[in-house]
């Protein structure tokens, strides 16, 4: 988690089950690391089941943009996720790259 | 603890256990308004099965992420059973509003009311760490009755409320994990129970 901290433009990451409980996060203070990982896995699982829904297929990330920053969600294997937290100004391609190498990490870990 | 305490904590037992505390006595009908409290409260009876009834439509709307939705509804109400119920009615008895009040309690009063039969003897009462059991868990009986035997653990709101409710009492931050369920072909439901670091960065619990 913290070797993502020094990809440029990432502020926070974090492994959440898919169900919504907290693996390991790398967050700011400020940031309650366990109701992070709950609306996360939430907000992803609803992207799933909208995806669904509609018939478009299994889901390869949910991006939200934000005044002040984006957050990204990719899955790690079959039971968990990867979050980060980027600079709204963080250029999207290098880090999408970093966080699919790190999610192919922990759900290798996770095996 | 004191003396006092003790045997106040004895007789609030006995109270419960021995039925002189009646549940029913508590409840009010007003048919003409339709109204019907509990306690003074607007209370409304719904059956366990309305727990399922969650289940299923969190995770339709949630998919693998329902529990989620559930263990925050538990937590939230643990917390807020906490600094209502326990914290206000403890006080009214002039007892304190600790770990080892509430625990030592606890099991008769929410067998009183049908949340199943709770053992919270495999806690410690000073760190609140270590294992509750339920035997007959409300919402294990409500997933069996709705949608039969499941694979995994399913006490989602109860798991939740009790990480709520031991926070509320402490304080301080606990990781409850849902280890044997009823609804997953288990004898009862065991929830484990941690305590955990507040908050900031670089977590691994």
Known sequence: MSDLRKVGGINASAAVTRDGLLIASDVMGEIDAETFAAMTATMTGAAETAMSEVKAGDIRRVIVEGESGKMISIGAGSNALLVVLTAPEAPLGLILLKIGEASRRIAKLLE | ?205
């Open chain 2, 1 to 205: 603890m004191l003396l006092t305490e003790r045997i106040k904590l004895a007789i609030i037992r006995e109270v419960f256990e021995k039925g002189v505390f009646d549940a029913k006595k508590l409840m009010e009908i007003n048919r003409e308004d339709g109204i019907f409290t509990i306690s003074g409260l607007r209370s409304i009876i719904v059956g366990t099965l309305s727990f399922a009834i969650l289940h299923e439509a969190a995770e339709k709307l949630a998919g693998k992420a329902g529990p989620a939705i559930l263990r925050a509804q538990g937590e939230e109400s643990g917390r807020i059973e906490a600094e209502e119920g326990w914290r206000k009615n403890l006080e009214k008895f002039n007892l304190s509003f600790n770990l080892h009040t509430v625990l030592s309690t606890l099991p008769v009063i929410y067998a009183a009311v049908g949340w199943g039969k709770i053992t919270t003897e495999g806690i410690d009462m000073e760190t609140g760490e270590g294992t509750i059991i339920i035997k007959n868990c409300f919402e294990a009986d409500a997933i069996l009755g709705m949608s039969g035997e499941k694979e995994t653990p399913q006490c989602y709101f109860v798991t939740g409320y009790l990480k709520g409710l031991l926070e509320g009492i402490t304080g301080g931050k606990f990781r409850v994990t849902e280890k044997k369920c009823k609804a997953a072909g288990d004898e009862y439901c065991k929830f484990e129970v941690r305590r955990v670091q507040r908050k900031g960065s670089l977590v691994t619990p």
